[in-house]
């Protein structure tokens, strides 16, 4: 169901690469949630068979020479050394372990270096999500219509042009199936306000942008490792000490946007080029992301503010016209658009993060969690919220 080893977000290549060069001998575990915790029944033994099959089949997917060629040409700010390394990358059907737990729901977790682990989130995620869709395809009798879809999506290109709504395509993890990202990505490409797609295969494929900068894995693992009260601070220095003030967009939300706000220097905000908003309410988020710019005396027009949480182009359109001459505004919009069919079903809610990892394996496994704006997002064990409210003067 992946087309490519390309077939995944930019930032997992960012963030790969990040770990790399900072932290290669670092390990992680990745663990697979079902927030709506689904029970599978009767279908579990042939979902886990196919699910499987499709995990086999990814491990003969690998950087063919005229995907390095572009990644080198067009994703110039990880060294050509990165992708040559890339060419040599598997996955490995042994280390995805995949159990369905006592009440039906499916569990899956993955461990391995950080550079290599953080692959697996998009491949079980996509998988998943296709799988899903196809047994209710099955049970119900009911197809997608890929000419609907073209619809839905043209409507959607139309509205954003007219409304002039800068946005880009964020919908590999949940999508419906490969062929209706696709289909979505192909036509989006008429569009003058798509900025570009988070897939990197599609981007190559139709001449598009990839778009992408990290995820909260990338804070969650400084957390775990050195602690919550810099984990925001030390993760940007990180940051831009790999990528020098490329990818400069920063996820906010982690450990809240208040705390990410606090640790937030006049430095690291200068070199930043702007803020993703992924969870609470977004005008208020974006208005202290606005306050905190002017503090420092940073014009906040010279900064965007990216928000990407469970949006759709009406949302957005409301985003934008509060925000104008306010900030710069764009929008990462992802299950609305690879994920909104003719189905009678709501999409996937799951999720595939980073819960524990290591500097080194002489090192001790730590938890990992996170405390989203939103409760519904949290993730983690309780004595680590309490440790890391504690640390962060958090009320959660």
């Known amino acids: 169901m992946l087309k490519s080893i390309l077939d ?7 963030t790969s690469y990040a770990y790399f060069k900072l932290y290669p001998l670092a390990d992680g575990t990745f663990t697979f949630n079902d927030r709506n915790r689904e029970d599978w029944g009767d279908d579990k033994d042939e979902f886990m068979s196919l699910f499987m099959d499709e995990i086999r089949m990814a491990t ?3 950087l063919s020479p005229i995907e390095k060629e572009w990644c080198i040409e067009k994703i110039p700010y990880i060294p050509q050394t990165y992708w040559e390394w ?19 729901v499916f569990n899956c977790s993955v461990t391995d270096k950080l550079y290599k682990v953080t692959f697996y989130e998009i491949l079980v995620l996509a998988t998943y999500s296709e799988l899903r869709n196809l047994f209710k395809e ?17 409507e959607k290109v139309s509205f954003a042009d007219q409304n002039v709504i800068s946005f880009s395509e964020f919908g590999t993890r949940r999508r419906y ?16 306000t798509c900025a570009g ?11 598009m942008k990839p778009i992408g900068t990290f995820p909260h894995e990338w804070i969650m693992f400084h957390a775990a490792c050195f602690g919550y009260k810099r984990a925001n601070y030390l993760g940007l220095e990180d940051w831009i000490d790999v990528y020098h003030g490329d990818l400069g967009i920063s996820l906010v939300d982690t450990y809240t946007t208040d705390s990410f706000l606090r640790t937030l220097t006049k430095k690291q905000a200068y070199l930043l080029s702007g803020f993703r908003q992924d969870s609470g309410d977004e005008f208020a988020v974006g208005n202290k992301i606005i306050r905190r710019l002017k503090e420092f005396g940073i014009d906040p027009t010279t900064k965007t503010i990216v928000f990407s949480n469970a949006l759709d182009m009406l949302k957005a359109n409301t985003i934008n016209n509060y925000f104008k001459g306010k900030c710069r505004v764009s929008f990462g919009i992802g299950t609305n658009l690879t994920c ?19 500097l080194s394996p002489k ?9 989203s704006d939103d409760i519904g997002k949290h993730m983690g064990d309780n004595m680590e919220f309490d440790i890391a409210s504690k640390e962060l003067k958090l009320n959660i």
């Not at 199936?177 to 003058?192: D, G, Q």
């Not at 709501?346 to 524990?356: D, E, H, Q």
């Open 363 to 371: 090192d001790p496994w730590e938890n990992c969690i996170k405390i």
């Open 138 to 154: 099955k049970k119900t009798g009911k197809h997608v219509d890929i000419d609907d879809v073209v619809t839905r999506t043209f």
């Open 340 to 358: 909104d069919t003719n189905m009678d079903w709501k999409p996937a809610n799951i999720v595939m993060k980073l819960s524990r990892c290591r």
């Open 197 to 207: 797609t988070s897939n990197v295969h599609y981007a190559r494929k139709y001449n």
């Open 177 to 192: 199936s490969s062929e209706v990202h696709e289909a979505v990505v192909e036509t989006l490409k008429s569009s003058n």
């Open 60 to 62: 003969e997917l690998h």
């Open 86 to 104: 890339l060419e040599t990358f598997r996955f490995d059907y042994n280390k995805v372990k995949v159990w369905f737990d006592d009440n039906g």
């Open 8 to 14: 995944t977000d930019l930032y997992k290549f960012s």
